[in-house]
């Protein structure tokens, strides 16, 4: 509130205080609204003048400030050795073990994925492994199955093959007595049909040279 | 006199003690900064004593309010500030605890007492100067010279950051006094009006009702002034402290 309002009035306060009790009764209302406005015109109007015990507005009764500053010194310093030698340790200690619990639990989790990590991937190695090592084993029991049967098969045409020269040589041989014997059938036929055409026998030397020449052709 | 709205802020003596002259009494505000001290203490000590990994909410808060300041300490002042963490802890949490312990009933409230609010923000800048001065010398004058300042300009914008250097102690003071002096004699006002009106008949107690949802509706507003007052307080030590520690850089 304004300083420089002050001097003009300095009783009115003393009047207030005197009067509000009365006037409590009758019309309190007025008292209530001009008690603020008297009283603010009295603090600093008692301020600056002399300090008259009693009548002071109380904040300004300068006969209790050496009391007042003592026992906030005492008080306030105790309270400062209270909070800087056991409050402030108590809970800043337990929030820095809090941190450090959490810092460490948070050091553990990361451990222990690092570790479910390393079994996830030598797993996965494993079966890795394990599957090259499948294919390896089917190839070669294929493999081994495709050489048997390949040597099974050759084995097998082979022995056609033989069978088939076999008959083929009998065959020839077949052809080759048919195809003498067609000789000697041909003289005998020449011969008989010289014989009923001509009536004479022809000479056994003369039929098979007639019947060469005709077969050379 | 149960009436008048001052009465509140009236301080007596308990155990009168009288030093050299001086009255050095144990009064209630002393009772009451005594209360501050216990409660606040006892609370950040008890709550804690489980020392809970998972906390509890009561634990929470402890917690809540240790880092809140931590934060607003390093944000304000650096990580080189964190040395006036206790006194900033300290400032906060008994600004706080006072005012909230004077939205009682029938309480004190010492931080509506001028000398008060002075004393602590008289201990902040003290411990601004003597830091500052401690650590930086007379560089820590460098504080009211900011750089890149043409030279014809340099004493006035000197004499300007000199004077609001000097005003800070007293805003500081003011800020908080003010607010719950203001508060409180502004929710026994309207409270008063409650009672006295009520005292009237039935045309009274029907309007006695605005005062008195304006009673509930200040109460609360109070409280947050509390919590904000205590901020407040604690966020300028922050920047003040910060001038100590980097006299230099703004």
């Known amino acids: 509130m304004s300083v420089t309002l002050a001097s003009a009035e300095s009783t009115p306060f003393e009047i207030a205080q005197a009067e509000t009790p009365a006037d409590a009764h009758e019309t ?8 603020p406005a008297g009283e603010v015109h ?16 109380p904040p300004f009764d300068q006969t209790t400030f050496a009391s007042q500053l003592l026992w906030l010194a005492i008080t306030f310093g105790l309270f400062y050795l209270l909070m800087s030698k056991v409050v402030i340790p108590r809970i800043g200690g337990i929030l820095e073990t809090r941190h450090d619990r959490i810092a460490q639990d948070l050091d553990e989790a990361s451990r222990l994925k ?76 020449t011969t008989a049909l010289v014989e009923q055409l001509i009536g004479s026998k022809a000479t056994k030397a003369e039929i098979a040279s007639a019947v060469k020449s005709v077969a050379g052709k | ?92 949490m008994f600004v706080l605890t006072a005012n909230l312990l004077g939205m009682m009933p029938y309480f004190f409230t010492i931080t509506s007492q001028i000398i008060v609010t002075f004393a602590l923000a008289m201990l902040v800048i003290g411990t601004v100067v003597v830091y500052g001065f401690y650590k930086h010398g007379f560089g820590f004058l460098k504080l009211f010279v900011p750089a890149g300042v043409p ?11 000199v004077i609001s250097f000097l005003s800070r102690p007293i805003s500081l003071s003011i800020r908080l006094f003010a607010n719950m002096l203001a508060g409180h004699i502004t929710l026994k006002v309207f409270a008063g009006f409650v009672t006295s ?12 009702i605005l005062p008195l949802f304006m009673t509930v509706a200040l ?15 604690a966020v300028l030590t922050c920047m003040y402290l ?9």
């Open chain 1, 42 to 57: 009295t603090e600093t109007g008692v301020a600056h003048g002399e300090e008259a015990g009693s009548g002071v507005f």
């Open chain 2, 197 to 208: 009106l009520s005292a009237l008949g039935a045309v009274g107690v029907a309007g006695a």
């Open chain 2, 151 to 161: 030279g014809a300009l340099l004493p006035l914008v000197v004499s300007i950051e």
């Open chain 2, 219 to 233: 109460t609360g507003l109070e409280f947050l002034v509390s919590f904000l007052q205590a901020y407040v307080f």
């Open chain 1, 28 to 35: 309190p209302a007025d008292a209530h609204a001009a008690q």
């Open chain 2, 1 to 92: 006199m149960s009436n008048d709205p001052t009465h509140q802020f009236l301080v007596n003596k308990i155990v009168p003690i009288e030093i050299g002259g001086i009255d050095f009494s144990f009064t209630n505000a002393s009772l009451f900064m005594v209360a501050t001290v216990a409660v606040a203490t006892g609370f950040l000590y008890f709550t804690t004593g489980q020392r809970g990994l998972v906390p509890s909410r009561m634990q929470s808060v402890s917690e809540m309010s240790y880092e809140f300041i931590a934060s607003m300490l390093r944000e304000g002042a650096g990580s080189h500030g964190m040395k006036f963490f206790p006194f900033v802890f300290s400032l906060f």
């Open chain 2, 242 to 250: 910060n001038d100590a520690v980097h006299p230099g850089g703004h």
């Open chain 1, 114 to 189: 690092a570790e479910a990590d390393a079994a996830i991937a030598a797993y996965e190695q494993d079966l890795a492994s394990a599957r090259t090592k499948g294919n390896a084993i089917a190839s070669a029991a294929r493999d081994e199955a495709k050489a048997k049967a390949d040597a099974e098969r050759a084995k097998i045409e082979a022995s056609l093959q033989d069978k088939i020269a076999g008959a083929e040589t009998r065959i020839a041989e077949i052809k080759a007595k048919a195809l003498a014997d067609v000789g000697t059938i041909a003289e005998e036929t």
